[in-house]
């Protein structure tokens, strides 16, 4: 019997979850929060979930018709279609010249994956990749992995207090960079479909090629069973075939064939306009209630007297905003008051309740307070 494991030089690798939530999990104070979660919470603090979204799952699961065979490397064509019509419109520009396609890929970083596969062997002079800094952490390290140096780029202006996308288009259009988009939740940035990938629109009207990343597990509560596409868009039907040949070989070296339960949820959805008509309803009331918590948020740090204009936290649209704190306050809250946010201070705010909103916003008002007069003092971490 061998004695030695072919194992034993293999060291315990960091985790993968965020040092941020690594922490939060540690803290027993029973007052502790996280507003840094990736999906839409409910009200109640649990994971929301379309209403339409249970339904359809049911009814797929009675279904005596349906075959549970492999899809294709590629995946469900009818998914496909229905995902991209769903993020251009039915006729757009690029899908009317045929020259954009998706291939059907795995949980929430799977097209990042094939996306970043494809660019390094076929763009092998591509080795330094901008990532907007909100979504470091999540995508950084695919690129990372695969030899890509990562740097962080921000469209946040602390001192306006919003987001410009204007940095980043004219950085994109000046240095001739390839994007790479990443839509995570159409639909529930603004409650317009539409709207929500407008700088999509822009790009194709352009004439820009470009990989998105769609993914629909956030915006119908699918988070169990990870689903998306990868977008590509060419300047033409034949650059497009080619590069879905180099895709298809790439894809079924990662993961052959794609899940099928979540596409057919979501084409079902989408293909069927009282049930689309029902999730579209669903994505507008969940965006009201998160804006309804924005300016509660607001009228509560005014009624507190917190220094400052709070005026851009209703102003930004989507489940996750900047609350404009600078690193000196948001160590405070996290130190002192046991409320979980990132260093830039975006936060996310389904995770905002009735049960938290005074505590988070007292935590707030004593931060910024704390932070005018003098230096904040805190105690040194322990060390493990």
């Known amino acids: 019997m061998p004695t030695l494991s072919v194992f034993m030089d293999v060291p315990l690798a960091h985790k993968l979850e965020g040092s941020l939530l690594k922490t939060y999990k540690q803290d027993d ?68 010249e045929n020259r ?22 076929w763009h092998k002079d591509a ?16 690129f990372q992995d695969m030899g890509f140096t990562v740097c962080e780029y921000s469209i946040w202006d602390p001192k306006k207090l919003c987001v410009d996308p204007d940095i980043l288009l004219n950085v994109v259009e000046s240095k001739q960079i390839f994007p790479f988009f990443d839509i995570p939740c159409q639909g529930l940035y603004t409650g317009d479909l539409e709207e929500d990938t407008r700088i999509l629109q822009y790009f194709v009207s352009q004439g820009f090629e470009f990989f998105c990343s769609q993914s629909l597990s956030k915006n119908f509560g699918i988070y169990d069973e990870g689903v998306g596409i990868l977008v590509v868009v060419a300047v033409n039907n034949q650059q497009l075939l080619g590069v879905l040949s180099q895709l298809k070989g790439l894809a079924e ?12 949820i979501i084409t079902s959805i ?4 009282a049930l689309l008509a ?24 005014r009624l507190l007297g917190t220094p400052g204009s709070w005026g851009h936290i209703t102003e930004q649209s989507g489940t996750h905003g900047y609350l404009g704190l600078n690193s000196q306050q948001v160590e405070y809250l996290v130190r002192k008051k046991h409320i979980y946010i990132p260093k830039n201070s975006q936060i996310n705010f389904s995770c905002i309740n009735a049960n938290n909103i005074n505590y988070i916003t007292e935590g707030i008002n004593e931060a910024v307070l704390l932070s005018e007069g003098s230096e904040i003092c805190l105690p040194k971490e322990k060390k493990p």
Not at 253 to 264: D, E, Q
Not at 270 to 273: E, G, M, R, S
Request: proline fraction near 5%; hydrophobic fraction near 40%; charged fraction near 20%.
């Open 29 to 96: 104070c029973p007052h502790k929060m996280f507003l840094a979660y990736r999906v839409c919470m409910t009200n109640e603090g649990h994971p929301w979930v379309s209403l339409v979204v249970q339904k359809t799952r049911l009814q797929i699961s009675q279904d005596p018709s349906l075959d549970y065979e492999y899809l294709p490397t590629m995946g469900l064509k009818s998914f496909i279609q229905a995902s991209l019509e769903l993020l251009f419109g039915k006729h757009s520009q690029a899908i009317v």
């Open 127 to 142: 080795r330094i990749v901008y990532i907007i800094s909100s979504q470091k952490e999540l995508h950084g390290l695919v």
């Open 253 to 264: 070296a990662l993961w052959l064939n794609p899940p099928n339960t979540g596409a057919r």
């Open 278 to 301: 029902e999730w579209k309803q669903s994505l507008k009331e969940v965006v009201e209630n998160i804006m309804l918590t924005k300016e509660k948020v607001k009228e509560k740090l």
């Open 100 to 121: 954009v396609a998706g291939v059907h890929t795995v949980g929430d970083s799977g097209a990042f994956q094939l996306g970043v596969q494809f660019l390094r062997a």
């Open 270 to 273: 989408l293909c069927n306009p």
